[in-house]
């Protein structure tokens, strides 16, 4: 055991950085800083909330994601594996994963309902600032966030009462609930059980088959039909194609064989936008134009040049059904 020393915040905030690869989460910085400064007679206010200023203020640190936190000297030093580290195995990419896997399992409970699910993901989103809200939640770890916040609660000017705290329970219990399903296991059943159940229909040719079951992953005829129609980016338009991603709008599992071929339900996109719009947090309304989760980081807007000018090139009446499914159904709202 290392013995605390008599540091300034911003002090022990580096000295954690040092020894993790020169990254930190908030939730690690939390429990670590301790190791670097005595704790006997800190007063004022709560000490996470003392260091949650530090390492937004201080010009020492620099934010690289929700949550996680890098010294800025070291910037160029910062590895994969570093990151891979971080948050408990927890990168930002895996985090977001997390979020619209959430969002689509509260989609699919029969107790939630749209205004419920919102407010859900609003708390989730709230809380992941400050915590890595994780597949490993525990009973023990929700109550020490718990715990956390209604100390935290005199310091700020949202989420001040009582009924806050009993929200933010629901939520954390409903996210344990989910980690603690088969709810991803039986996604992928499903998708397993569609291509088999193509695969013996029937009344399928063989190469019929085959162009299904490739579309799937964007292959085969959907994607050349996609290239075809869009002759590129659906949104920047004419480029070389190699590196764009033919996707569906309405997912293949939740498609009809015609639908899974279908021209009109697909978007061929750069893999920033295609990703982005895979998990829900980019759509398109009625007019094509870009509408953006406000459960995307403004920081990851930036870095992944999402702009609220960008549209899809073209619009026909055969696309509406299926973009008015993913808004709906994909987009997290």
Same mark, same amino acid.
Request: charged share 30%; proline share 3%; glycine share 4%.
């Given at each position: 055991?290392? *013995?605390?020393?008599? !540091?300034? %915040?911003?002090?022990?905030? /580096?000295?954690?950085?040092?020894?993790?690869?020169?990254?930190?989460?908030?939730?690690?910085?939390?429990?670590?800083?301790?190791?670097?400064?005595?704790?006997?007679? &800190?007063?004022?206010?709560?000490?996470?909330?003392?260091?949650? /200023?530090?390492?937004?203020? +201080?010009?020492?640190?620099?934010?690289?994601?929700?949550?996680?936190?890098?010294?800025?000297?070291?910037?160029?030093?910062?590895?994969?594996? @570093?990151?891979?580290?971080?948050?408990?195995?927890?990168?930002?990419?895996?985090?977001?994963? $997390?979020?619209?896997?959430?969002?689509?399992?509260?989609? $699919?409970?029969?107790?939630?309902?749209?205004?419920?699910?919102? =407010?859900?993901?609003?708390?989730?989103?709230?809380?992941?600032?400050?915590? @890595?809200?994780?597949?490993?939640?525990?009973?023990?770890?929700?109550? +020490?966030?718990? *715990? @956390? /916040?209604?100390?935290?609660?005199?310091?700020?000017?949202?989420?001040?009462?009582?009924? +806050?705290?009993?929200?933010?329970?629901?939520?954390?219990?409903?996210?344990?609930?989910?980690?603690?399903?088969?709810?991803?296991?039986?996604?992928?059943?499903?998708?397993?059980?569609?291509?088999?159940? &193509?695969?013996?229909?029937?009344? !399928?040719?063989?190469?019929?088959?085959?162009?299904?079951?490739?579309?799937?992953?964007?292959?085969?005829?959907? #994607?050349? #039909?996609?290239?075809?129609?869009?002759?590129?980016?659906?949104?920047?338009?004419?480029?070389? &194609?190699?590196?764009?991603?033919?996707?569906?709008?309405?997912?293949?599992? =939740?498609?009809? $064989? @015609?639908?899974?071929?279908?021209? %009109?339900?697909?978007? !061929?996109?750069?893999? $920033?936008?295609?990703? !982005?719009?895979?998990?829900?947090?980019?759509?398109?309304?009625? =007019?094509?134009?870009?509408? &953006?989760?406000?459960?995307?980081?403004?920081?990851?807007?930036?870095?992944?040049?999402?702009?609220?000018?960008?549209?899809?090139?073209?619009? /026909?009446?055969?696309?509406?059904?299926?973009?008015? %499914?993913?808004?709906?159904?994909?987009?997290?709202?």
């Amino acid at each position: 055991m290392e *013995t605390p020393e008599n !540091l300034s %915040y911003s002090g022990a905030i /580096e000295q954690v950085m040092l020894h993790n690869g020169y990254v930190a989460t908030l939730k690690q910085l939390y429990q670590e800083v301790w190791k670097y400064k005595d704790r006997n007679g &800190v007063t004022g206010r709560t000490p996470e909330k003392t260091i949650q /200023e530090r390492v937004q203020r +201080d010009d020492r640190f620099t934010r690289i994601s929700s949550g996680v936190y890098a010294l800025t000297a070291k910037l160029n030093l910062i590895d994969e594996q @570093s990151l891979l580290a971080t948050a408990e195995g927890e990168t930002p990419s895996l985090q977001a994963k $997390n979020q619209a896997d959430f969002y689509e399992y509260l989609t $699919n409970s029969r107790d939630i309902n749209n205004h419920s699910r919102t =407010n859900y993901m609003s708390w989730f989103k709230f809380l992941s600032q400050s915590y @890595s809200i994780d597949k490993t939640l525990t009973a023990d770890d929700i109550e +020490d966030i718990l *715990t @956390s /916040e209604k100390a935290k609660q005199p310091h700020r000017d949202k989420y001040q009462t009582k009924r +806050d705290i009993s929200n933010f329970r629901a939520m954390l219990r409903k996210f344990r609930d989910f980690a603690q399903s088969d709810f991803l296991k039986i996604k992928e059943d499903t998708i397993l059980k569609e291509v088999e159940a &193509v695969k013996q229909a029937p009344q !399928l040719t063989v190469t019929e088959k085959e162009s299904i079951i490739r579309a799937r992953v964007g292959q085969g005829i959907f #994607r050349l #039909r996609l290239i075809d129609y869009w002759q590129g980016c659906a949104i920047y338009g004419k480029m070389g &194609v190699t590196f764009l991603q033919a996707s569906h709008i309405k997912p293949w599992r =939740n498609s009809t $064989n @015609s639908e899974r071929l279908d021209v %009109y339900n697909g978007l !061929l996109l750069l893999p $920033n936008y295609d990703k !982005l719009f895979d998990r829900g947090y980019i759509s398109f309304d009625r =007019n094509g134009k870009i509408v &953006v989760s406000p459960f995307l980081e403004e920081f990851d807007r930036k870095a992944l040049d999402i702009r609220l000018d960008l549209r899809l090139r073209k619009m /026909e009446p055969e696309h509406q059904d299926y973009l008015a %499914y993913h808004r709906q159904n994909c987009f997290i709202s």
